[in-house]
T-cell receptor, first 109, second 115 residues
Framework: RKEVEQDPGPFNVPEGATVAFNCTYSNSASQSFFWYRQDCRKEPKLLMSVYSSGNEDGRFTAQLNRASQYISLLIRDSKLSDSATYLCVVNEGAQKLVFGQGTRLTINP | DTAVSQTPKYLVTQMGNDKSIKCEQNLGHDTMYWYKQDSKKFLKIMFSYNNKELIINETVPNRFSPKSPDKAHLNLHINSLELGDSAVYFC??????????????FGDGTRLSIL
């Protein structure tokens, strides 16, 4: 079983749509959680941290369910510039980040 | 500019050669990392150093030898390059500390191609 599992997609959605990504992780001792974004042939960049109570940053909402070991990302009113690969990332402690395979998202005009 | 910078950006070389990739960060971070992203796009940690001390070594072949002369630099030397070493190598840095929510900042990547 992969340590961090995501649906690789690709997801193709029209501009303005709402899209949700899910992620599960296997290590119940994981300490913190993130969503990173990676554009084609670029480096990963932090999109947002994920907190236990859930958190929102503009059009982006992240949720964490520790009991189910499940993380989600919701993007509302999607823009063309949201097209990227979204990486679910889990910190297993000692700054060891484990990355999911990523979910490819394409927003169509 | 404040950043994580790595050189070279592209590296094309023959099997069996030895090569190095350099990484520097001016963010004042105390922890640096090397990651490998293969053709299937999985990003996997290889090494991490905290204040020049090796913290994580993820069963990487000993042909790969990281060197950290100071906490702002972490270089990666690779001996006897093999075809399977072809990948994008990312350097990253972060602050350590008691908080676990310390994001990592990545360099642009070095695209290594073995002929």
């Amino acid at each position: 079983r992969k340590e961090v599992e995501q649906d690789p997609g690709p997801f193709n959605v029209p501009e303005g749509a709402t899209v949700a990504f899910n992620c599960t992780y296997s290590n119940s001792a994981s300490q913190s959680f993130f969503w990173y974004r990676q554009d084609c042939r670029k480096e990963p960049k932090l999109l947002m941290s994920v907190y236990s109570s859930g958190n929102e940053d503009g059009r982006f909402t992240a949720q964490l369910n520790r009991a189910s070991q499940y993380i989600s990302l919701l993007i509302r009113d999607s823009k063309l510039s949201d097209s990227a690969t979204y990486l679910c990332v889990v910190n297993e402690g000692a700054q060891k980040l484990v990355f999911g395979q990523g979910t490819r998202l394409t927003i169509n005009p | 500019d404040t950043a994580v910078s790595q050189t070279p950006k592209y590296l094309v070389t023959q099997m069996g050669n030895d090569k190095s990739i350099k990484c520097e960060q001016n963010l004042g971070h105390d922890t640096m990392y090397w990651y490998k992203q293969d053709s299937k796009k999985f990003l996997k940690i290889m090494f991490s150093y905290n204040n020049k001390e090796l913290i994580i070594n993820e069963t990487v072949p000993n042909r790969f030898s990281p060197k950290s002369p100071d906490k702002a630099h972490l270089n990666l030397h690779i001996n006897s390059l093999e075809l399977g070493d072809s990948a994008v190598y990312f350097c990253a840095s972060s602050m350590s500390g008691t908080g676990y929510n310390q994001p990592q900042h990545f360099g642009d990547g070095t695209r290594l191609s073995i002929l």
